[in-house]
């Protein structure tokens, strides 16, 4: 199995994004990567989630705390393999063999394939990406020497994951009543303080977090960036100490835990007044990271449906020979592969944003398509991964197959970066600041209007229009936090649906992807269809036929 090669919708789309040079390039390490991801790491995988998971040691056989994560070396083959594959790297700096900086869309195309087997590995990558992020963006000339190499490294220098930390057990969402201490001394500082949920704990060479200064204001506002090196140059501790790891439901493979900072020696990152909307930028790049994620789990999902369906037998007949299957196949492939569209073209508008291309305009509608995308892929995956199981029947619920785990690990997505609610306030912020509805309104009536798509869709429209004047012109705060996600998945819907009929134009099987996309958004799912419409181009859309008008 490849998951590239398994995969010409995403062909399809790199091919539409990346220019030609780069596109042919990318293709063989594709391949390469699809095929190692399939194989070896989702093997590893495996063995991580069920016997291998991180260990916290916490002493050592002096009683000395020396907060000490293991993992296993399967999982050590795999960050090697990862990262000297450029996943973080190629963004920042030149591919050899191109002599060009990489870019998003070519790294999100990596995470979009390792997110097909290990999911919980992909956490890690996207954390050292939000790492190296921030520092290329913020961190002064001497911090970017003495750390920007290690956290791109694609194998010529020391590799250093990175991590942000931010959770502490009394704010959570709520960052600005976060009460770590950064305590000026000597041209750096002193953390002191506790982070609650903290990610690639123990795994990490540097950190980015979020600390108050003293004399710093209350909230959001006095908070500021630090890097924090998890061990001092020497490679003693740097003050940083593991209280426990947590024991979670699913993505098993990153260690997650509590962190205590007992003086750990800290940089200021940037502005001291900005260090909050850093970290936001950085964890918008993981909000998108976190949609990759979730299309890749929908992905798997739906292609470990669709072999079984086509391998088990039932009362004389294979599971994809019954029209309800062929219905439930329909509904996944289509669904998962307009998602994924709307997902790379909202990354090649990160592409922009990230490198100080986009104006204005597209900068918002950046941070709204975060939003409502992270928020849809995230409930999907879960979706995705519950039909897998219903699919497979009693052998979806054993740990033989991979759906277990696949459920275990979607359902983190709906939590991390955002829960559904937070990111509804996102939409609501955006409305209310930048008057992004009408922003988006515009953008997709005129969309509309130049695909002649039917009366519908335009009436869609109206619906989010009106709600968007509801929400706008209420004064009651409590009605406008109430109808924020009605306006978000409104929106999505739109996006989406706008999505599959642009990509409808690239070809007749495009043209049945958009049909059914379309039919299982806006119509009615208990009327009757005595057609069977979503079934009558299940060899073209599920066995993925391509048309004799199509062919070579």
């Given at each position: 199995?490849?998951?590239y090669h398994?995969d010409?919708?995403?062909?399809r789309?790199?091919?539409?994004?990346l220019?030609?040079?780069?596109?042919?390039?990318?293709?063989?390490?594709?391949?390469e990567f699809?095929?190692?991801?399939?194989?070896?790491?989702?093997?590893?995988?495996?063995h991580t989630?069920?016997?291998?998971?991180p260990k916290?040691?916490?002493?050592?056989?002096?009683?000395?705390?020396?907060s000490?994560?293991?993992?296993n070396?399967?999982?050590l083959k795999t960050?090697?393999?990862?990262?000297?594959?450029?996943i973080?790297?190629?963004?920042?700096?030149?591919?050899?063999?191109?002599?060009?900086?990489?870019?998003?869309?070519?790294?999100f195309?990596?995470?979009?394939?390792?997110?097909?087997?290990?999911?919980?590995?992909y956490?890690?990558?996207?954390l050292?990406?939000?790492?190296?992020?921030?520092?290329d963006?913020y961190?002064s000339?001497?911090?970017?020497q003495?750390y920007?190499?290690q956290?791109i490294?694609t194998?010529?220098?020391?590799?250093?994951?990175?991590a942000?930390?931010l959770?502490?057990?009394?704010?959570?969402?709520?960052v600005?009543?976060?009460e770590?201490?950064?305590v000026?001394?000597?041209g750096?500082y002193?953390?002191?303080?506790?982070?609650?949920?903290?990610?690639?704990?123990?795994?990490c060479?540097?950190?980015?977090?979020?600390?108050?200064?003293?004399?710093?204001?209350?909230?959001?506002?006095?908070?500021?960036?630090?890097?924090?090196?998890?061990?001092k140059e020497n490679?003693?501790?740097?003050g940083?100490?593991i209280?426990?790891?947590k024991d979670?439901?699913?993505?098993?493979?990153?260690?997650?835990?509590e962190?205590?900072?007992?003086?750990?020696?800290a940089?200021?990152v940037?502005?001291?007044?900005k260090g909050?909307?850093?970290?936001?930028?950085?964890?918008?790049?993981?909000?998108?990271?976190n949609?990759?994620?979730?299309?890749?789990?929908?992905?798997?999902?739906?292609?470990?449906a669709?072999?079984y369906a086509?391998?088990?037998?039932?009362f004389?007949s294979?599971?994809?020979?019954?029209?309800?299957?062929?219905?439930t196949?329909?509904?996944?492939a289509a669904?998962?592969?307009v998602?994924?569209?709307?997902v790379?073209?909202?990354?090649?508008?990160?592409?922009r944003?990230?490198?100080?291309k986009?104006?204005?305009?597209?900068n918002?509608m950046?941070?709204?398509?975060?939003a409502?995308?992270?928020?849809?892929?995230?409930?999907?995956?879960?979706?995705?991964?519950?039909?897998?199981i219903?699919?497979?029947?009693?052998n979806?619920?054993?740990?033989?197959?991979?759906?277990p785990?696949?459920l275990?690990?979607?359902?983190?997505?709906t939590?991390?970066e955002?829960?559904?609610?937070i990111?509804?306030?996102?939409?609501?912020?955006?409305?209310?600041?930048?008057?992004?509805?009408?922003i988006?309104?515009g953008?997709?009536r005129e969309?509309?209007?130049q695909?002649?798509?039917g009366?519908w869709?335009?009436a869609?429209?109206?619906?989010?229009?009106?709600?968007c004047?509801?929400v706008?012109?209420t004064k009651?705060?409590?009605?406008?936090?109430?109808h924020?996600?009605?306006?978000?998945?409104?929106?999505?819907?739109?996006?989406e649906?706008?999505?599959a009929?642009?990509?409808?134009l690239?070809?007749?099987?495009q043209k049945?992807?958009?049909?059914?996309y379309?039919?299982?958004?806006?119509?009615?799912?208990?009327?009757?269809?005595?057609?069977?419409?979503?079934v009558k181009?299940?060899e073209e859309?599920v066995?993925?036929k391509?048309?004799?008008n199509?062919?070579n």
């Amino acid at each position: 199995m490849n998951f590239y090669h398994d995969d010409p919708n995403l062909a399809r789309l790199l091919k539409q994004y990346l220019d030609p040079l780069f596109f042919d390039w990318a293709e063989k390490e594709l391949a390469e990567f699809g095929e190692m991801c399939a194989g070896e790491i989702d093997e590893r995988a495996t063995h991580t989630d069920r016997e291998g998971q991180p260990k916290l040691i916490k002493y050592n056989r002096y009683g000395e705390d020396v907060s000490r994560v293991c993992v296993n070396e399967g999982y050590l083959k795999t960050v090697e393999q990862v990262y000297n594959k450029g996943i973080v790297g190629y963004v920042h700096k030149s591919i050899p063999a191109l002599g060009q900086k990489g870019n998003y869309v070519y790294a999100f195309a990596q995470g979009y394939l390792l997110s097909q087997s290990e999911p919980g590995f992909y956490c890690p990558v996207t954390l050292t990406a939000a790492a190296a992020y921030l520092l290329d963006h913020y961190g002064s000339h001497e911090l970017k020497q003495a750390y920007l190499p290690q956290l791109i490294s694609t194998g010529e220098a020391e590799r250093y994951e990175g991590a942000t930390f931010l959770t502490e057990r009394q704010g959570g969402s709520d960052v600005g009543a976060n009460e770590t201490k950064a305590v000026s001394e000597g041209g750096c500082y002193r953390l002191y303080g506790e982070k609650y949920f903290a990610s690639n704990v123990g795994m990490c060479g540097v950190a980015m977090v979020l600390a108050r200064r003293e004399g710093a204001p209350s909230g959001t506002k006095g908070l500021s960036l630090f890097l924090v090196p998890w061990e001092k140059e020497n490679g003693e501790k740097n003050g940083i100490y593991i209280r426990r790891l947590k024991d979670k439901l699913g993505v098993c493979a990153v260690p997650s835990g509590e962190v205590v900072f007992d003086g750990a020696k800290a940089y200021l990152v940037g502005d001291p007044r900005k260090g909050f909307y850093y970290m936001m930028e950085a964890l918008n790049l993981s909000r998108i990271c976190n949609a990759i994620a979730s299309i890749g789990i929908m992905r798997r999902a739906y292609r470990e449906a669709r072999a079984y369906a086509l391998r088990r037998t039932a009362f004389g007949s294979r599971l994809a020979d019954y029209p309800m299957v062929k219905e439930t196949l329909v509904k996944m492939a289509a669904k998962q592969e307009v998602e994924t569209s709307a997902v790379f073209r909202l990354a090649t508008l990160f592409d922009r944003t990230a490198s100080g291309k986009a104006d204005e305009q597209e900068n918002i509608m950046t941070r709204l398509l975060i939003a409502i995308l992270k928020m849809e892929t995230a409930e999907q995956a879960i979706h995705f991964a519950h039909e897998a199981i219903e699919m497979h029947g009693g052998n979806g619920y054993i740990e033989d197959f991979v759906t277990p785990r696949l459920l275990r690990d979607a359902q983190v997505l709906t939590v991390w970066e955002g829960t559904a609610n937070i990111l509804g306030l996102e939409v609501l912020r955006l409305m209310r600041k930048f008057k992004v509805h009408d922003i988006f309104i515009g953008m997709m009536r005129e969309k509309i209007d130049q695909l002649q798509a039917g009366t519908w869709l335009s009436a869609g429209l109206d619906q989010l229009e009106e709600t968007c004047r509801f929400v706008m012109e209420t004064k009651e705060e409590a009605a406008q936090t109430y109808h924020c996600k009605k306006v978000a998945r409104q929106m999505v819907k739109i996006y989406e649906s706008v999505t599959a009929l642009e990509d409808a134009l690239a070809g007749q099987r495009q043209k049945w992807i958009a049909e059914a996309y379309l039919r299982l958004a806006w119509h009615d799912p208990l009327a009757i269809d005595p057609e069977l419409a979503l079934v009558k181009h299940f060899e073209e859309i599920v066995m993925e036929k391509v048309p004799a008008n199509e062919g070579n």
